[in-house]
């Protein structure tokens, strides 16, 4: 107080007239929650705020743009209330907030994990992967490997801001995946269904892509009316009216607000959350195929099961829904079944993939082969700071389509200039620091763009 008044003289005149001490508030990841609330119309949160006051200018001008212009102003989805479900017990919650509030002034590492309040969520397949040797990584509350450690490796957990232990097992991992085939827990990825006599016609409007024929899949993608990437799904079509989708680990209940406040007053259309319902298990590589035909009772050839085709099939009892699509850019498949299943499931295909000597692989070699064919990810390459053209998704967004789709004419307007940014893959000639993401792009001695992300791969190469 001393130092205030020299710095202010006006202070030390007027004297202390009141002392108020206020709680600070914490959210459990340290992060407040700014945005509207899941379920409750024109709901909006601002609150978490452990730093108080000082976040209010900004705070308040990113609202009231988003309440004014109907999206968000820049991606700041890190703070969205939606990141948030019912697994964040007051247990949980109370376990972090205090391992936050001890970790104010840490070094903060990438790809860090923080272990208080854990596990909140578990795949049905958790305890066979963990004795496995998964080393999980935190997603949406869900417990998932990040990579897997066999006899020898090192599987102390070490962060660092240079390449560390997993390295090594990460570049194995993806060779596994490229040259022979591997099962991956994508039990993390939100998933939904959509419903009703008005369904097709509602999401025609929400999507740009064409929505695909029964029987069929396709990658689909919610625009912001400035033509910005919202979201990214995989669509299944189940019937005339009836919808799977399937979205990123931390997109679930953001995704249903947004699908939500799009439904007109006369539309019948039913949207729900079956996340916790099911588990995924992705199998990925090369012999996949092999796998995957010697337990179902239908044939899986590629004319009989073409890339983006899903099938209800059972695999040793257990009912599964299968998607011919994979993450990795290699063949694979996304089997989805009930949470209570997913161990059996698990162990089935193991089983079935010794003769070719199937392994498992973790989220990090995922994003390594992910960044390999080029493909984007919500959140990094595609945020609603980045129109859809300016992301390259082209291929997914039609232009010619006649429904007049959120964002179409902002994008069409776009099309008749000239980009003045646009995504692109660069390699990076790295020996030890790879970069994580967000790093600045100097070009000429000016910062001209910024990193996404990279992942490191067994070529020791970075993209």
Request: with cysteine; glycine share 10%.
């Amino acid at each position: 107080l001393t130092a205030a008044a020299q710095r202010m003289p006006v202070f030390g005149q007027t004297g202390i007239a009141q002392v108020i001490s206020g709680p600070i508030t914490y959210s459990p990841d340290l992060l407040p929650m700014v945005g509207p609330l899941v379920g409750r119309k024109n709901y909006w949160l601002a609150c978490g705020f452990s730093y108080g006051i000082i976040h209010a200018g900004g705070a308040g001008r990113y609202l009231a743009r988003w309440m004014l212009n109907g999206e968000p102003p820049y991606d700041l989805n890190e703070v969205d209330p939606g990141r948030y479900g019912e697994w964040t017990s007051d247990v949980y919650t109370l376990a972090k907030v205090r391992e936050s509030y001890g970790f104010n002034n840490v070094v903060v590492y990438p790809k860090e994990e923080r272990r208080a309040g854990r596990p909140a969520r578990i795949g049905g397949a958790y305890e066979s992967m963990k004795n496995r040797g998964a080393q999980f990584g935190f997603r949406a509350g869900w417990e998932q490997p990040t990579w897997f450690a066999l006899a020898g490796d090192d599987v102390e957990y070490r962060p660092s801001f240079r390449r560390t232990n997993w390295f090594e097992p990460v570049g194995r991992e993806s060779a596994l995946v490229r040259n022979r085939v591997g099962v991956i827990d994508l039990t993390p990825f939100g998933k939904l269904t959509v419903r009703g006599k008005d369904a097709a016609e509602f999401l025609d409007r929400m999507f740009a892509n064409y929505l695909p024929k029964i029987g069929m899949a396709n990658l689909s993608h919610m625009l912001t009316p400035r033509g910005r990437v919202y979201s990214e799904m995989t669509i299944s079509r189940l019937d005339e009216q009836s919808f799977y989708l399937v979205t990123g680990s931390t997109s679930d209940w953001r995704d249903v607000r947004w699908l939500q406040d799009h439904v007109k007053s006369n539309e019948d259309v039913v949207i729900s959350n079956v996340t916790d319902e099911y588990n995924c298990l992705g199998l990925a590589g090369p012999r996949s195929r092999d796998v995957l035909a010697r337990l179902v009772g239908v044939s899986v050839r590629d004319d009989d099961f073409p890339f983006l085709c899903h099938r209800e099939v059972s695999i040793n009892g257990v009912k599964v829904r299968a998607i011919r699509i994979s993450y990795t850019g290699e063949l694979g498949y996304e089997l989805h079944c009930a949470a209570a299943d997913a161990c059996a499931l698990y162990g089935t295909l193991l089983d079935a993939g010794k003769e070719y000597e199937i392994g498992d692989f973790g989220t990090y070699a995922m994003s390594s082969l992910r960044l390999e064919k080029g493909f984007r990810a919500w959140g990094a390459e595609m945020t609603v700071d980045v129109t859809a053209l300016e992301a390259g998704l082209d291929y997914f967004v039609k232009l010619n389509k006649k429904t007049d789709f959120i964002g179409k004419s902002a994008l069409l307007q776009q099309k008749e200039q000239d980009l003045t940014k646009k995504l692109g893959f660069l390699i990076v000639d790295a020996k030890d620091v790879d970069p994580e993401g967000n790093e600045a792009v100097w070009h000429e001695n000016k910062v001209r763009r910024k990193t996404v992300e990279a992942r490191s791969e067994i070529l020791h190469n970075v993209l």
